[in-house]
């Protein structure tokens, strides 16, 4: 994979949406996309955990993980830690959500006022832990990935917006009462789907 | 006997997770593009949620409440390794064609709603019994999307050629919007059908 990292982050934005392409981080998708707020909020969040984390799993999964580093790194053969790379990802990601909510409540009340109740809810958001896993399956580089933990951040906190906003019109025109709520949502997520298929063109990535 | 059939019917219909609780759409999302992979993925829930229920149920009074999601993220995590491990060993191509969502199980917030919820203040046994009820919840959805998407998406069934037409075109269906549309729909008519059944 010799992609540039700026081509990778347009893709994750646009093209290979994690939302629209790979449904990910739907449930909180769905239970945050009532305000714009506060889907800003949780959007501006994930994208700020989804960079670091993706950074941090790639160091941990290269030197430490993959099959092969644990023998470089300690000199010990038949060490193998990639049968860990799951548990220690997710370990790793809710670590690291909790080491940020403690920092930003010392530091920012704010900030932490404005971020501090989606942070929690971050952990078990699929979309983190799906961007670290595809890092790996499609054999990004360092750069490439954090390219990639951006990007897609960013592309979920653009469909967060995009949702939450036509919701708050949805609000006031006549939907069929047994379609109301989560089933309007997946129609209107589908056409929005639909709609960033125009961008396939634009670029490729594998 | 009637608080087993309770649990189920709970599972199955009246508190189904992804329509009810809103949880697990990810993956009943992303794996529904064909019948086989839908099952495979739905074979794997109910194994897992089983499992996890029951071991969070067996140690519930030993878990200091304080760290109880951690420790649950963890049983999760070690059966889905387990899980992911003997898809590569026995069914590479699955495993390839599911890539990370196998996974992603770990975040499949079924599992870690249904130890929450169940689990910790349930025997084992009833336990077990809910992670399946739930686990087939979860399958009835998946295999039904998954079968309307491959039927008119690709025009097969399980593989079988059903629309043999070669002018048959519907690729949105087998598309990522054709998904989101596909379950929309699929709620419009599950709601509808219980409110003809007369409930809220």
Redesign the interface.
Known sequence: MNQSPLVILFAAVLTNNIV????????SF??LSKRIDTAIGMGLAVTFVSTFTTALNWLIYHYILKTGALYKLTGIEGLDGE?????VF?AVI?AFVQIVELAIARISQSLYQALGIFLPLIT???AI??VS??MV?RGYGFLASIAFGFGSGIGWLLAIFLMAGIRQKLRFSKI????EG??????T??????IF?VFNGMVRMN | MSRIKTILTNGIWYENPIFHQVLGVCSALAVTTQVKNAIVMSIAVICITALTNFTVSVLRKIIPFSVRLIIEMLIISTFVIVFDQLLKAYYFEMSRELGPYVGLIITNCIILGRSEAFALREGPGLSVIDGIASGLGYTLILVSIAAVRELFGAGKLLGYSIISNPDYHARGLASAGGAFIVMGILIWIMNAIRRVGGEK
């Open positions: 629209f392409s790979g449904f990910l981080g739907m449930c769905i239970a049968i860990f790379t799951l548990i997710i809710a078990v958001n699929c832990l799906g896993l595809f399956i069929s009462p047994s379609l989560i089933g309007i949502t997946m129609i997520t589908g056409i929005l789907a639909m298929m």
